[in-house]
């Protein structure tokens, strides 16, 4: 059962993807059932520095992007799209996206309308045999 929960960024430990073929994205997931007592939706805080990328990929879930800090170019199925602070950008399911270069500190938030992180399977093109 879920119940009303409140998170602080500062309290959930950072997490990035051991394999550097997907990229040196860094994030700290907000909710996710499992972590959280919430269920029907999964949230976090992505992090990328200068210099930084976010190998493009897909996953059957829609998700949604909402600007903290920092603006950076989002490509989506080979159109870029900005994201900047207290803007939203819908992604669809299945869409080919990325961000391929980031010029100065960015954070965003990142939700799916699932329960738990681990019920999202990214598709990363360079790891598809």
Do not use: N
Not at 68 to 86: N, Q, S, Y
Not at 87 to 103: E, M, Q, S
């Amino acid at each position: 059962m879920s119940v009303t929960t409140v998170v602080q960024p500062s309290d959930r430990p950072v997490e990035a993807w051991e394999d550097p073929l997907r990229g040196p994205i860094r994030w700290r997931t907000l909710l996710s059932k499992g972590l959280t007592d919430s269920d029907s939706i999964t949230c976090g805080i992505a992090m990328l520095s200068p210099g930084d990328h976010f190998v493009e990929h897909r996953h059957r879930e829609s998700e949604l992007y909402f600007g903290i800090a920092g603006e950076v170019e989002v490509m989506v199925d080979g159109v870029a799209h900005t994201l900047r602070p207290e803007t939203a950008l819908f992604i669809p399911g299945d869409a080919l996206h990325g961000i391929p270069k980031v010029g100065e500190e960015v954070r965003f938030l990142y939700a799916f309308a699932v329960d738990a992180f681990e019920a999202v399977t990214y598709v990363f093109p360079a790891e598809v045999p």
